[in-house]
Each structure stands twice: as C-alpha cells, then as structure tokens.
C-alpha cells in the first residue's frame, strides 16, 4: 500500500496542503516517509456534511448489514499483513508479538460488535400492549428501542495505535449502533492511521455503505480536533488520553450551544491493594507479577499500577525487595514520542526529590539523567508512608510510564482513608487470601464507589474484551463514568431511546413488529421474551 | 397532619428561622398558612452529610427491602387521603378529579419501581466465564451489573405537584436504584410537599432505612437548589422545569471540578403533524382531541401541544374554524401561580403583536388584556404560514400554558424543512390514514431523530407509565437525550456499572453468583438465561 500523507473525505482524499508533520520512530529518532499533511477546515467541513448525510442511510441498515461491514473491515485489516505491523513498529517502538496480540484483539473487537448487531437483542425493544378497556383513560401501546445518535468524533490513542485507534473500540461500537464515524487520527502514528483508515474504506465500498460513513482527518495541532468537538452536527465524542486534553475538551462539548455525549478515558493509577495474608504467603510471587504489569508496554496503559499499597513490616521485605530488584536490573524503554519521554522523565525528576519520597530503583538519581534522552527512559520504582500520601494529594496523579508509587500503611485506618480519598479509578486490584477479602470488606465496599473495575488476584493490565468488561470509571478516570469504552456494553454510549405510540405495525421498526420478525429478546408488558405478539393479546 | 413549615432533614426537622415564605391559593390570591422557611446552608450541609453515609447502608440494601421502602412510601400517600388533595388543591388550583388521577399515577410509579427492584433483572447482570486455557494468555472471569452512583439531588416541579414532585418519578427511581435522595421542594405547593415528605419518613422508618435516605429542603429562592447542584457529595442531578432554570443548573453541574450526571427535562413545543388523509377524513374530530390535550391542566404540560402543521387549503377551514370556535368558548383558566400567568400573558402579548402571527381566538386582544389579574389566563390560538415560521425562530419556543400555534405549508418541502430545523423536542404526533404514513415516510425519518416519542392519531399529553415509555428527547427538550424520566428505563439514569474479575464467588454480589441466587436474567457468555452457572462450566 502507497501512503500518501492525505486526510480521507468519505470516499476522496483530501489535499497536501495543510501544515506538515512527520512520524517518527521513537527507536532512531528518523522521520518517516510519507510527510502527512493537516485537513483543512473546509476538509472538516466536508467530511462532517457527508458523515451527516450518510446517517439518513446508515441509521437504517440492518444489523446484518452492519454486521458485515464491521467483518469485512476486521478481514481487510488482517489482509494488510506484515506491512501494517512493520509500519505500526517503526512508528510505536511496539514490539511486533504485543502487536499482533493488540491487532487481533482489534480484529475481535470488530467481530464481537458485528456478531451483537446481527444477534440484534441489544436495542433494548420494549413494548407495553394497549389496554382500550383501562380506566379511567384506555392506556395506549407503546414501544421503544435504541436508537443511534448521529456523526461521532472518535480521537485516536496514542498507546493503542490499533486497538484504540481507527478502527478501535470506539469506531467499532459507534459505527455497529449505525453512527458514522469522523477520526481524528494521533499524529505519533499516521501512516498505521492511513492503512486503517483505507481499510475502512475498502469495506464500505465493498458493502455499499454510504460516503461520509467513515472519515480520517490528520492535523498536527488541535484545531481539527476541537472544531469536530464544537461542529453543530457532530453528535458525540469518544476520546482517549491525557487529562489535560480530555478536559479541555470536554469543557468545549459541554459549552456548546447543544451539548453532546462526551466519552473521555483519561487518567488513573489503578491503585494495588496487597493485603497482609497474601503479602506473607506470596509477595515475591506478586512483585513479579506486578513489575509486569507495571512495565509493560513500556508502562504506556491506561491501567498501569501507579500507586501499591502495602502494610510496613517484615513481611513487606521480600516483596519490596524482589520489586526494587526487577526494576534496578531493567534496561531502558523506548517511549511512543519524545513528547511522552520528556514528561516521564521530568515527572520522574520531580518525584525523586519530592520531600516525602524515596527512590527504591534504581539505585540513584544519576541513572534516572542517564535516560534524558528522546524516547528513552528507565522504569522506576519510588516509596512512601501512607501518612504523607493522604497530605500530598499529587502523590496521586498518573505517571505515563514505567514508573509506579509503593505506598506503606502501618494502620489500617490509614489504607481506608486512602481508598476513601482516592480519585475515580479505572480500576481497583487486590491481592489477598479468601481470609483477606473477609477482613478488608470494608475496603472493598468503598472500592465499589471509586472504581469501573475490581480485580482479585490479578493485576489491571490487559482489559479483555467481553460483555461483562466495564473499562471506565468515576471523574477524573473518564468524563462520564456511566459508560465502559471497551466491551459491548460500549455500545450504549451513542445511542438514545425513542418510542412509539399507537403506530401501525407497518410502520414499526422490525424490532418493535407484532411478529418479532428478527427473534429479538423483548420485554413485552414487562417480561424478556423472544416470541412474536400473537393475536388474542396473550 | 398539622404542618409546621420547616425542612426536613433526615429523621430531624430544620429551624424556622431561614427567609420565610407562603404557599398562594391562585384561585383567590390569598396566601395559605403555615409560613414556610428556606432551609439554612447549615441544614444542606447535615441533610447531604446524612445522605452520603446513609448511601454505605442504602446502596447496601436488596432489591426486596428497597421494593418494600417505595410500596411503603406509596401506601402513606393513600393514608394522607382527602386531605392530601385539598391540600394541593389549594396550593395550585388543579380541580380534584385530575389530582386523584395524579396521586393515583404517582402510587402505581412507586409501585412499578417496586417490582421492577424486587424483580431484579433490572441491573444488566453480565457474567463472561473464565477460560484458563485460552491462547496466547487465559481468560479471566469477569462480570458486571448496573449499581447506584450516591445521593441524588431531586427539582420538585410545579406542574405536577405530586407525579413530579416530592415522590414523583425522579424520587422513585432514585430510591429503587439504591441512591438516597435530596428534594428541593418547589415553592408554589409547599405543604403538598411537606406532607409528602413525611410520609416518605414514616416509611423510612417503618422500613428500617438508614437516616438521610430522604430529605426535603425549602427555599424561598435559587441558593438550596445551586448549593445542591455543586455540593461535592451530590452524584445526579433530576430536574423539571423552565429552561432558563434548567440551563443555569445544567451549567453549573458542568462547571464543576467532578462533573456529575444532570438530568433536566426543559421545554418542548410537542408538533402535531395533521397529514391531509386524515384532515380531509376527521379534521373536526382531530380539532376537539387537539383543543383538549391544548388546555388539560390549563395548559401546563411539558407535552402540550404548541405547534400545529396543517396543510392550506379548503380541507383546513373545518378543523381551522371548529378549533378557533372551542377555544373562543373556553372561560379563563387559573394557572398555577402569579409568576407563571404573568409570564404566559406577556407572551401572549409579545405573540399577537408578531409581526407574521395572526390571532384566531380570542377573536380580538383586548380578550386577551382582559385576563391581566394574577392566575386568571384565557386561551389563545395563532396562526402562522410555514414560510414566515421558517424565518422566525422565536415561533418554535415553549409558550407554558393554554396556547398553540398553527403554521399552515403550502408545500411538502416546507414541511420537511420545519421538521430540519426543529429543536429537540419530548414528543411529536402524527394525525394520519395508513396512506399518510407511507407518503410521509421522509418526514417520519426526520422526527426520530428529534423527538423521544412519536405518536400516532393521538396526543402527547397523558404520559403513560410503562417499561417502554420514553419521556425525553434530544437537548433543548433534556439535558440529556438518552434518558427518560418516566417509565422504568428512568432507573439507569441514577446508575453505572462496576466489574468483578477473577473474585471468589462468596465475594460477589448476589447478582453475579454462581448459584443465580435471586433467578434474575442474566448476560452469560453472550446469552441471555435465567439459569445458574454450573460446576463443568456448561
């Protein structure tokens, strides 16, 4: 596949004309080639028209129709081969296994939608017979399902340049409830952008979907971004990254004239909770799971541990130790942009000499300068009390890296008061024996209202892809903790219902029909049934 | 029930010592005892301090003890008897038989809640079971289902004293969701609230709910309500009113440091699209259906009907003249209160001196001046073209009371391109033959995708409560077009999910256990069964 450095408008491409930008491969610090090019506003224009025409058409295909788009761009996607990953790696510094495990969980994520969307019972059709006899007025028949809202503006991720990115989460979600999808595509990765975004293409060419179904719009700055967030027929937004940027969009979302649906997913430190039985029977065990966790991909996920909570004593040696170890002999990563480098390692700089912590690993501060270069940087590991925790609440704010906070508690009053401080989470892990979990209930019940996930016994990195997943979470960890951006239950985030009241059959979508023609489940006068309305009212 | 005119806070009641103020019989003018009191910073602070730590205890509660609380709730509604009624009769003019119709809808709300709680099924149980043997790495088990957010903060409205008020659906669905509930009572029926409040704590009592599940708090002005809006401990927000209130509030839920869901229903001008099958058929009969659901309630309905399309033409002049004819006959009403007529007869005035508007009945404005004292409002009937209401916005806003407005269209074009230009609404209805319907497919595509509830020969006034009931719409109609605050759907809004992955099934919530011990519907690995999980896995 040529790349050609153009933002794609439906089925056009846009022009070289708009500020310039290259990738670069964090591991050499080289451009690549192609150079990208900035849409212009008139671009934007364009593709938000078409997408906002395409809806009339695409809110009306069938779940099978859009099963099968979703399908076909999950078997175009695949069929770019080794060239999309090679691509991917010299943009990310990702190693190629890690991306083909995050391209197929692309790929599944695409079929997971598809497979909901043909099954069809997601709409939540409801229906409530008429009753002419009723008094003191005949109460009339109602029927409801979901349905989609309009164009969606979905911001790609740097970390995930697959998974959520072009054809990620949120494309696949808000394209399977039928909204087109306007991408705005990270500029850290625009070619595996491009290859994607074609991709997209390709499939709504080959299942005859509308122009303006899908979008790709490259800029190097933030003004496309913010203008898809205020364009009157944009109708919701999905986000992720950092907190700065998600809220400074979702402040323009929410000051619009007509407010829309903001998903933002921006920052946690999905705190670790080892508690005493399981850090006597298991801690060396545990550091080793945690440091992979911790370290992993080069600690750039959104569900990195970033603060670990422990009781002081002897049994936290071996555990602390084991950790401090892992990290001291790790060599440096390579970080997805300089951008992100610079602000780990001042970040890291800051927390060295932060009054109340202490630099576990490595050994000293002189290794962390050794890193100060472009996307290069060390893990580290840094301690304090659970005392000076509660009083230093930026102890709590999410370092993007490899680096993560122990934090030591010598009364258990102090670990509760610390959950009950705590930020929306992402998620929440605990570490204990069945004993453990007894004797923190307290904990976890408080957990509860922090936190979109629990984990027992695991840790929070890889969030698999199901229908139970809640990938979100109270403010700050997303703008809107009522939703998940992972799972199927993602879905819900672009639709809205709508009723109807009295419509002839004909009239009715299929899924409110007498005869249930697509065998939905529904809940008919209150009870979940998959059979047709039958003549007698029964 | 003798009461005292103070707030109540939790099991406790406030001071009489806040700006005072009375409740206004707007039939005579008179103000009716006992004084009222705003409640004080202080007292907000205790009664939102009492709900969060009631929320630990509530949010705790099964679904049987929580469907015992709203029956309980409703019960000693029904013990308050005529009393109850005379009493909202006097604060707000309603006639007696509307309100036993109105305590009647407010009961069966409670009551539906109830089962939908007891029930169970209600809360989106997932279940996806582990598989330790899938490749590259296993799978977890992770499951999930809906839980309450925290205290609500709930907006009495002034319409429906009791359906919308204290105990009306805001409050049930809160409380059937596990959130406890903060009401500030709307000023113009204070006694209805205080009756209503306190019954609503003998039922917390009777049922062992913890203190602070409830309070109600007066104000004579906007400090309470804003004060609840930003309160940190404050998780939702459910209002119904104007939109100016609505806006203010929405704003400052989003200008806060942790955004919280808002949940307004504002204003709507609820089109009926009069099809020329069914005007040329039964204009006159449709013109009495039109001219009741116009003046129920004096007009004071968020689904009043105040925007009429019909075709011009000889077939119009019936229904023109018989609708102009009923509301020429019709004495004056007495609206709520002073504030409300007086705001309703200036736009009256503003709407018979618009420069494209003509004023069918009364038959001339001096009718209409002739009604300037206090409540006392006659109802009105205009006339535009749909070119003229194409060019002049301020046509398509909200008149609250019993006004309407006919826009006749020359061409089919013109009436497409009003339903374009729509803003959000809660309802729009279609008077039509079966043929209508297929004609007007186009139109009926443009209206899904700007009400909540479509309505077919029939009017959107008398909301009923169902599962499938939606009473919402796209912004301005709410805040927040994926709600509905009528109808069980209505209990999501105050919920989100939380995920359990990996925890030992003694751990998890009843609703996620293995053993499905409350025989709830369940998501279980993508299917939806009543069963339990079991032991091989099947």
């Not at 109708?235 to 000051?255: D, I, K, Q």
Request: negative net charge.
């Amino acid at each position: 596949m040529k790349l050609t450095g153009v933002s794609i408008i439906g089925f056009r491409r846009g022009a070289p004309t708009g500020t310039s930008f290259f990738a670069v491969n964090p591991t050499t610090g080289e451009p690549l080639e192609p150079t990208y090019y900035s849409a212009s506003r008139a671009e934007l224009e364009e593709a938000v028209q078409l997408a906002a025409r395409a809806f009339a058409t695409y809110a009306q295909t069938s779940g099978h129709q859009r099963a099968a788009f979703l399908r076909q761009i999950a078997i175009n996607i695949e069929a770019l081969g080794d060239a999309l990953l090679e691509r991917v790696a010299q943009e990310t510094a990702l190693p190629i296994p890690r991306l083909q495990a995050e391209r197929a969980r692309t790929c599944f994520q695409l079929r997971l939608f598809a497979d909901l969307v043909e099954e069809g019972s997601w709409v939540d059709a409801r229906i409530d017979r008429a009753d002419p006899t009723r008094q003191p007025v005949p109460k009339p028949d109602v029927r409801s399902l979901l349905r989609p809202l309009g164009p969606v503006a979905v911001f790609g991720a740097s970390n995930f340049p697959l998974a959520f990115s072009v054809a990620g989460g949120d494309t696949a979600s808000a394209l399977a409830a039928g909204n087109p999808v306007l991408v705005k595509a990270h500029p850290a990765h625009p070619g595996t952008s491009e290859m994607v975004g074609l991709a997209i293409i390709e499939a709504a060419h080959a299942c005859s979907m509308p122009e303006g179904v899908f979008s790709l719009l490259f800029d190097a700055g933030t003004d496309i971004g913010r203008a898809l967030v205020t364009h009157p027929e944009v109708r919701a937004v999905a986000f992720t990254g950092s907190r700065a940027a998600g809220l400074a969009l979702m402040a323009e979302a929410a000051s619009r004239p007509d407010p829309i649906p903001f998903y933002a997913e921006m920052s946690s430190v999905n705190p670790i909770f080892i508690l005493p039985g399981a850090l006597r029977e298991r801690g060396e065990q545990i550091a080793m799971g945690l440091y992979a966790s911790v370290t992993l991909g080069a600690g750039q996920f959104c569900t990195k541990p970033g603060v670990v909570l422990i009781e002081e004593g002897a049994a936290s040696s071996p555990f602390i130790e084991k950790l401090a170890e892992l990290i001291a002999q790790t060599p440096p990563f390579t970080l997805l942009t300089a951008g992100i480098g610079a602000t780990y390692r001042r970040a890291l700089e800051e927390r060295s000499h932060h009054p109340v912590v202490t630099l576990l690993a490595p050994r000293s501060t002189s290794a962390l300068e050794a890193t100060s270069l472009g996307c290069s940087a060390y893990a580290a590991l840094f301690q304090t009390d659970a005392q000076s925790y509660l009083v230093h609440p930026d102890l709590g704010q999410e370092i993007f890296g490899p680096a993560t906070l122990l934090v030591t508690y010598s009364r258990r009053e102090h670990l509760l008061d610390i959950a009950r401080a705590m930020e929306g989470q992402l998620t929440a892990s605990l570490h204990g024996t069945e004993d453990d979990l007894l004797a923190f209930r307290d904990l976890i019940a408080i957990l509860e209202t922090k936190v979109g996930r629990l984990i027992f016994n695991g840790f929070p990195t890889g969030v698999e892809v199901c229908h139970a997943m809640v990938h979100g979470g109270p403010f700050p960890a997303t703008s809107d903790g009522r939703s998940t951006s992972v799972g199927t239950r993602a879905i819900y985030r672009f639709t809205r219902p709508v009723c109807y009241q009295n419509f002839p059959n004909a009239a009715l979508p299929d899924e409110l029909k007498d005869e249930n023609p697509l065998g939905i489940w529904r809940l008919v006068d209150g009870r979940w049934t998959r059979e047709p309305l039958n003549a007698t009212g029964e």
